[in-house]
């Protein structure tokens, strides 16, 4: 038998407005943008390592969808 993958546990862990930082590994993060360069990743503030990453919110669609030529 395979351990029980606590899904919803770990989505209730992370929340909205946190992430982990990929510097430090640390929780200790709070939503800086809704936005970052792109509209898939929101910026967050590492407040142990005080730098803005980026994170990625949802994957985006495929490209190959994004030919608009023709
Ligand atoms: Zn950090």
């Not at 992370?14 to 992430?19: C, E, F, Q, T």
């Not at 939503?31 to 985006?60: D, M, N």
């Amino acid at each position: 038998m395979q351990p029980k993958l606590k899904l919803s546990e770990l989505l209730n862990k992370k929340g909205n407005d946190s992430a982990e930082c990929p510097f430090c590994k640390g929780q200790e993060t709070r939503l800086h943008a809704l936005f970052g360069s792109q509209l898939s990743t929101s910026q967050y503030y590492c407040e142990v390592c005080r730098v803005v990453f980026e994170r990625i919110k949802w994957e985006p669609p495929l490209e190959e969808n994004a030919s608009s030529s023709d």
